[in-house]
Structure formats: structure tokens, C-alpha cells
């Protein structure tokens, strides 16, 4: 199956989100990745629910959005409300994962959880069945337009090892440092989803990068 494409709007020009949000809709973006931090769990503060809301008024695409938040259980409606289509708790930082991921599905919403570089994926063996997404840092959370953690290319073979002997129907989602230098080599991988902030956002021609990453690997056969 085809491989998407995340944009992560955290590297877009906030002045003006709202034509920034068109240009993804008049591009062969899958979803917006939408990064909240809270200043707590990672050194960074973003934003919040009026800008997701703002977002969710002009896409024409999912969001994506990826909670690099202390306690994400606190919020899971209001994430929900704002217009979360998939919501991705870090596993770091919910001491009770498994009700987190269930209360998110409850709401509607596909499930996510990301790991931190450090992060072991044999952490969430016991709930992989119950994902919609694994996202894979491969940076550390907190800022965009990081150098990608190599390490990440083997992780994510593992991962999908994991995913194919239990057969589970989950996408490994790889966030930090992408663009089209690596995306070939993860998505042969087994990587399904491409989130890129700075290689689109920062790009001369973000609808032609966009193009151009979702064009790559035409003939690699990811299931
Ligand atoms: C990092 C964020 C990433 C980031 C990606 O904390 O989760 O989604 O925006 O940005 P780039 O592609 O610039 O590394
Ligand atoms: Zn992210």
C-alpha cells in the first residue's frame, strides 16, 4: 500500500497558517501533523487548541496531532473537539498506556504512540494490537529541523518484525529529520507514514517536495 505523508505544520509560517493549511490542500499531503508541546515533558512550548482549532477550520486532510504533553489523559476530549482525527500519546509519559489508547478509540479517534530515541519498541509489545500508529521519533521531541538519530532505520525493521509476526493492522510513523534523503531507506524499512517539517515548510517549491517524497520508492512494495 501506497506510503503517506505527514507535513508537520510546527515548521510552517504561523502568520499565515491559514494559507499555509490551502497550500496542504492543494498538495498530495495525507495528513497534517500537528505538534502540541506543553514546556514539560519536552523543553518547548507550542501551541494549543484555538490554533488546532484554526487548523481544523481551513484542512481538507486529517490532522495528525502528536501530544509531547505530560498526562495527555487530561485532554483527550478537548484534543478530540479541536479536531484531532489521530491522536499520539508519547508511551514516556502515560503510566497507564493501555486505558489511554483504549479512551482515545472511545472517542473516536485512531490511536498513536510514540516512542522517544531511547525508547525500546518491546515497550509497547503488549499493546501493539491495540494501535492504530506507532510514531518512531527520530529525533529527540521538543524542536524541529533536528539531524536524524540513524539508529532509527534498524528500530523501525524491528518494529515492523514485531508487526508482521502478530499480523496486527499498524502503521509505523517515523517524525524528526525526514526528508528526501532518507524517506527511500525507511520506507524500505517498513515505514508507512513520512511526517517532514522543515523539508517541506523550508523548501522553495513545498508542493513539489510533497510531490516529490510521496513519489519516492514507486515500486517498493510496502503491506
Ligand atoms: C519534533 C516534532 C516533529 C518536528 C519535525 O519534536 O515532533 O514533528 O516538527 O520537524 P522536522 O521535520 O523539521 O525535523
Ligand atoms: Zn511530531
Not at 151 to 171: H, S, Y
Request: hydrophobic letters at 45%; proline letters at 4%; charged letters at 25%.
Amino acid at each position: 500500500m501506497k506510503h503517506l505523508i505527514a507535513p508537520s505544520i510546527l515548521a510552517a509560517d504561523f502568520g499565515k497558517i491559514h494559507a499555509e493549511v490551502e497550500m496542504l490542500n492543494n498538495s498530495e499531503a495525507d495528513w497534517v501533523h500537528v505538534d502540541v508541546m506543553d514546556g514539560a515533558f519536552v523543553p518547548n512550548i507550542s501551541f494549543g487548541f484555538p490554533v488546532i482549532k484554526a487548523i481544523k477550520a481551513v484542512s481538507k486532510i486529517p490532522l495528525d496531532v502528536h501530544l509531547m504533553i505530560e498526562k495527555p489523559e487530561r485532554y483527550l476530549k478537548d484534543f478530540k473537539e479541536a479536531g484531532a482525527d489521530i491522536l499520539t500519546v508519547h508511551a514516556e509519559a502515560c503510566p497507564h498506556l493501555h486505558r489511554t489508547i483504549q479512551q482515545i478509540k472511545e472517542l473516536g479517534m485512531k490511536a498513536g504512540v510514540a516512542l522517544n530515541p531511547h525508547t525500546n519498541v518491546d515497550t509497547i509489545a503488549d499493546v501493539l494490537e491495540d494501535l492504530d500508529l506507532v510514531c518512531l521519533m527520530s529525533v529527540n521531541p521538543g524542536f524541529g529541523g533536528q539531524k536524524f538519530i540513524y539508529n532509527t532505520i534498524p528500530k523501525t525493521k524491528k518494529l515492523k518484525g514485531m508487526i508482521d509476526e502478530r499480523n496486527a493492522n499498524v502503521q509505523i510513523e517515523i517524525d524528526g529529520g525526514v526528508g528526501l534523503q532518507n524517506a527511500e531507506k525507511l520506507l524500505q524499512a517498513g515505514a508507512r507514514v513520512l511526517v517532514a517539517g522543515s523539508a517541506v515548510f523550508k523548501a522553495e517549491d513545498p508542493i513539489g517536495t510533497i510531490s516529490k517524497l510521496k513519489s519516492i520508492g514507486k515500486d517498493i512494495v510496502v503491506v
